[in-house]
């Protein structure tokens, strides 16, 4: 676990419902009632050398997430050799809130003597124990009676004090290792911190300023570790290991902590979890004793003690209380795999992103970890993995070169131990380049010039590829990009648009791999290929399919010219619009077109002359208005459907349409951001073959705004867009604030909301030297002109026509 690298400041918080573990465990030990300020965990304390032995396995402490009944521990001082006050060493088993521990569960030694026996404690976890407490007490007559009379009257506040000492612990190694890491980047590779200080973050859950990256490179490392107490967030795997001693699961405490009602922002502060632990010290304080906390720093089979505050050897003596692992079944982190594709493993130092175990990097309890490999053919491989958190997850160490099997796409597993028992991890998808061919996927497509064409190719490591380059003749090569898809394939557009027609080229390049594979292939120039015209009677545009369409200069029909309109493609085929120009009239059904070529040929095509498409005017319409939320405002000037009112309008059927029950009308922008179908039943009556009333709700647009249009809809023919009236959004205005008559010329206030929706405002009806308001405006008041007749006139951005009437309050005299 990584050691601090600079100290650790903790910030003043709030106390609204408890006091953090920093706060709460330094406040303890004043006298009660009285306020003090937190004291950070930085102060250096004594050492323990502890191991613990499951079976035939031993481990060092750093390497055991929690213990279990029959494990043995051996627990020694790990004191320097001038030591001079004396220290007896206490260990407690617990086992539960309400259920005191056997006197036998509270062993003692003495660690001054001479022989190993007398000054280390070696114990055997009992059956029904939960949670385990180490004490350091003062050599004082008596005291071990007092600390052993204290854990048996009260074993609750015990079990909650290891438990939130515990996790303190856990949190403490992430900030460490946080801070280790960006001081290494800092020191060796400074303008690397504003990739890998994001990477941190996410693997280590910690609270990231992304300003700080903007800063200069010798200002950033300092920037991001400000604050430090509060850069840890709660990290659910560890946080959940421990419930506070009312019952209420810590993943709820976490949310209260996490909110401005308790006091600490969105985020909470490095221990995690919102702790009261003042008034558990305070009641064990006494003229002889009193309880110091202390952070455990594990590393290898030592565990440093971190003091928030520096110890008594004078009455009262302080009796440092060192939380331990849980005495429970292991409850290791479900990773999960963070790759969202195959990965590339053609180069050294391969990846595997893990996600939801930040104590994978800054403890020891997963150790071991190995990456299984199989290939196609069967043959397995492993690699031992290392955690990196500025990479996201475990880096494969691979001491030489992948046997030669190892290619194309190779299953992959994590595994490893988690304390003493096995631990998988996620599976992945790797990738190798391998020397098969790369193939057009399928039936090979025509390529045709003068457009961007589809291609999909396959191969052995899509994700590997390094680059796609499209090559015709002299000219220079072209970039193009991809997109992976799924094990085995490559989707690409080829740029043919400005290409003419002939033989291509498609280079694949691999990583690390220095020769591409080239593709041949061809392009071919398609000639157009007509299908037929379709007109409606009394419409002046047509639509013409086939392919190729793009070479249609213009069709002569009916002794007009009619000239391309925009040109889509539905599938494979083209889909050419053309209007009218001239005067002239549609011919009889039978008839045929004649079209000219860019190229200057003219092919017949045949015409289809349709039905008339169905044909309504908009007759009527009325605007009924929301009720005020805030001041009574007026909307005048041109007609506009505010978005909180409701449209009421009517069409009447022409040139020989008869409206019918399953006929619709639709309404949209007209941008066509947003459109709403009106049905029978649905907003939609028809009163007879001649006349239909639609009802619009402006929410069934959504957050739409601007002109609205409308047109019939039948079946599969739809009728020309018509225009409708501006749909405007509403400020909504709260108050009005008027100068005296002696200070008009201070003019009024507006407090409201959504004022960013006001162009301007003005005194007058004739808005004369209105007031504008400033695009994007955030704020909650304007000042505008005092008003000349008693109102204030506001004009609309969505509809300039449009005006609020606001009625101002008479000035004071």
């Known amino acids: 676990m990584p050691q601090p690298s600079a100290p650790i400041q903790t910030a003043r918080l709030r106390q609204p419902i408890g006091l953090l573990i920093g706060t709460a465990l330094g406040a303890a030990l004043l006298t009660p009632g009285l306020a003090a300020e937190p004291a950070p965990f930085e102060l250096t304390g004594p050492d323990l050398k502890v191991s613990v032995t499951r079976g035939t396995t031993s481990l060092p402490i750093s390497q055991v997430p929690s213990l279990r009944a029959g494990d ?366 790369w193939q057009v996927k399928g039936e090979a497509p025509t390529l045709v010039v003068g457009r961007d064409n589809g291609l999909t190719l396959t191969g052995g490591a899509p994700s590997c590829v390094e680059s796609v380059t499209l090559r015709q003749g002299n000219a220079a090569p072209q970039a193009i990009g991809w997109k992976v898809q799924g094990r085995d394939a490559l989707d690409l557009t080829l740029p043919l648009a400005d290409r003419r027609a002939g033989p291509v080229t498609v280079d694949v390049k691999y990583q690390g791999v220095a020769k591409p594979f080239s593709m041949a292939l061809r392009a071919y120039a398609q000639a157009s290929k007509l299908d037929g015209l379709t007109v409606h009677q009394g419409d002046a545009w047509g639509e013409m399919t086939g392919q190729r369409l793009d070479q249609v200069a213009s069709v002569d029909l009916g002794g007009r010219s009619w000239k391309p309109d925009g040109l889509t493609r539905d599938g494979s085929v083209d889909r050419l619009r053309l209007t009218a120009a001239g005067d002239g009239t549609v011919p009889a059904a039978g008839a045929s077109a004649r079209v000219q070529l860019e190229d200057g040929r003219t092919v017949s095509v045949p015409v289809t002359i349709a039905p008339a498409r169905p044909r309504v005017t908009l007759l009527n319409k009325s605007v009924t208005p929301a009720a005020a939320t805030g001041l009574p405002v007026t909307l005048g000037g041109s007609d506009v459907l505010p978005n909180n009112g409701r449209l009421i309008f009517s069409v009447q059927a022409q040139d020989g349409t008869k409206l019918a029950m399953t006929d619709a009308i639709e309404v949209a922008t007209q941008d066509g951001g947003a459109s709403v179908r009106l049905t029978a039943g649905s907003g939609l009556q028809l009163q007879g073959p001649q006349v239909m009333v639609a009802t619009l709700d402006p929410a069934a647009l959504g957050p739409a705004f601007g002109p609205l249009q409308f047109r019939i809809v039948r079946g599969r023919e739809q009728g020309d867009w018509q225009p409708l009236m501006p749909l405007a959004r509403l400020p909504r205005i709260e108050a009005v604030d008027c100068a005296s008559k002696e200070q008009k010329d201070q003019g009024c206030t507006i407090k409201g909301r959504d004022l960013f929706l006001v162009d301007a405002v003005a005194g007058n009806p004739a808005f004369d030297q209105p007031a504008p308001v400033a695009q994007g405006f955030t704020g909650s008041t304007l000042t505008v002109p005092a008003p000349t007749d008693g109102k204030l006139y506001v004009r609309l951005r969505d509809a300039q026509g449009a005006m609020l009437v606001v009625q101002a309050p008479s000035p004071a005299a």
């Open 72 to 437: 043995k521990l051996l627990i020694e001082p790990n004191l320097p050799k001038e030591q001079g006050a004396n220290f007896v060493l206490m260990s407690a088993f617990l086992r539960g809130a309400t259920n005191p521990p056997p006197k036998d569960w509270i062993d003692s030694a003495e660690t001054w003597k001479k022989k190993d026996k007398d000054r280390r404690l070696a114990l055997t976890v009992p059956d029904g124990a939960r949670q385990m407490v180490l004490f350091l007490v003062p050599e004082t007559g008596g005291g071990e009676g007092t600390v052993s009379d204290a854990v048996r009257g009260k074993p609750g506040e015990f079990v909650r004090a290891t438990q939130e000492l515990n996790q303190a612990s856990l949190d403490r190694s992430r900030l460490d290792a946080f801070m280790t890491a960006i001081r290494t980047q800092e020191n060796s590779h400074p303008e690397f911190l504003r990739s890998v200080a994001p990477a941190l973050a996410r693997s280590l859950s910690m609270k990231l300023n992304e300003d700080c990256l903007s800063k200069v490179i010798e200002l950033q490392a300092a920037c991001l570790l400000e604050n430090k107490d509060q850069l840890v967030l709660a990290d659910v795997h560890s946080s959940s290991i421990a419930e506070t001693l009312s019952g209420t699961p810590t993943d709820l405490a976490l949310q209260l902590a996490s909110t401005r009602e308790a006091g600490y922002g969105y985020y909470s502060p490095y221990i995690g979890v919102v702790r009261d632990l003042a008034r558990m010290f305070g009641a064990f304080s006494s003229p002889s004793f009193e309880y110091l906390p202390t952070v455990s720093l594990r590393r290898d089979d030592n565990i440093g003690l971190m003091l928030n505050k520096a110890p008594s050897f004078a009455k009262p003596k302080s009796v440092m209380v060192v939380g331990m692992p849980s005495i429970e079944a292991d409850s290791p982190p479900r990773l999960r795999s963070g790759a969202q594709a195959p990965i590339c493993a053609a180069l050294p130092g391969t990846v595997l992103p893990v996600e939801g175990a930040p104590l994978i990097y800054s403890t020891s309890y997963a150790r071991g970890m190995t990456v299984q490999l199989k290939a196609a053919s069967g043959q397995t491989i492993e690699y031992p993995l290392e955690a990196r958190a500025d990479r996201g997850g475990y880096v494969i160490r691979a001491d030489g070169p992948w046997p030669a099997d190892f290619r194309g796409s190779i299953e992959a597993h994590v595994y490893g131990q988690w304390g003493f028992d096995r631990f998988e991890g996620p599976d992945y998808i790797l990738q190798r380049p391998d020397d098969a061919a």
